[in-house]
């Protein structure tokens, strides 16, 4: 009986959301996948995000490479209903480690900075959501490497979706 009133309080006051993320990054010839799982806190019009990413190059891109990577952002919606389905916009920070495909174990870190706008949307008594958006990041690397080619960093159209549960 405890634990449904909490759970009730909670979900109309700021609601919380966990679940998982898809991102496709794409620029200058080089693409990659970008994964992971999500949560997301709900006040009024603000959101705040933090994820775990995994990131994986396509085999189309030149230089292939994979990792791990950590990420957190804002949202603003343009409504003030915290039960979702109103638009947004936002900023995250990706930070990533990447190793490149034959070459040296080491990891290079990249830090991409992400503009983004997109729609959240609640169904199923408003404990699922989705949310596809679009966005557009740029890739620097923090530290010079030699273990790809220019095309890993940039400007980068990053579509994406994330869906989950939402207490």
């Not at 700021?14 to 010839?29: A, D, L, V």
């Amino acid at each position: 009986m405890f634990l449904a009133a909490f759970d009730l309080a909670g979900h109309s006051q700021h609601p919380f959301e966990i679940g998982g993320e898809y991102m496709r990054s794409m620029g200058k010839g080089f693409k990659d996948n970008i994964a992971g799982v999500r949560g997301e806190t709900f006040s009024n019009k603000s959101s705040f995000n933090v994820g775990i990413t995994y990131q994986f190059s396509s085999k189309s891109s030149y230089s292939t490479a994979k990792g791990f990577g950590i990420f957190g952002g804002y949202r603003y919606a343009f409504g003030s209903n915290t039960n979702g389905n109103n638009l947004f916009v936002g900023a995250k920070i990706l930070f990533n480690l990447l190793s490149w495909e034959g070459k040296s174990s080491l990891f290079s870190p990249l830090i991409t900075p992400i503009a983004e706008a997109g729609y959240h949307l609640t169904f199923a008594k408003q404990r699922l959501f989705a949310a596809p958006a679009v966005g557009y990041g740029f890739t620097l690397r923090v530290i010079p490497d030699y273990n790809s080619l220019d095309e890993d960093a940039g400007g980068r159209f990053i579509p994406g979706i994330s869906a989950g549960y939402r207490f």
